[in-house]
């Protein structure tokens, strides 16, 4: 869902993309993410990655989509360069993922690199 945030004081307008993952074992911790979320990195764009495992208190990560659009784009790139489980070459498509504890590791995703923006609200404030 997108969220267009209009503050009252004249501050700037801000669009939240709102990602949940539900906690069943299929989700596998990830988010789903497509190859549109390679090129969307503008400072009023923010993401709000809400995973539902614990329904009463559940985590949300406040990422800037400029970070968002890093990660994405390094993670794909580098899955396409090693091979498939039986040594054959990765076929691309549309699709990506984000992750806290990514199965690809790269400079900016890593496991536990999304903790710095568990709740990190302050960072809408303009």
């Not at 596998?28 to 539902?52: G, H, P, Q």
Request: glycine letters at 4%.
């Amino acid at each position: 869902a997108d969220i267009l945030v209009n503050p009252l004081d004249d501050g700037k307008p801000l669009l939240i993309q709102v990602k949940t993952r539900s906690g069943d074992a299929s989700s596998k911790k990830r988010w789903a993410m497509t190859s549109k979320n390679e090129d969307i990195s503008a400072s009023n764009i923010f993401y709000c990655f809400v995973d539902l495992e614990n329904q009463h208190n559940p985590d949300v990560y406040v990422i800037p989509s400029k970070i968002v659009a890093k990660v994405v784009k390094e993670g794909h790139a580098k899955w396409l360069k090693q091979p498939g489980a039986k040594g054959q070459k990765h076929n691309d498509s549309d699709m990506r993922s984000i992750s806290n504890s990514p199965r690809i590791t790269t400079k900016t995703s890593f496991p536990g690199w999304m903790d710095k923006y568990l709740e990190a609200w302050n960072q809408l404030e303009n």
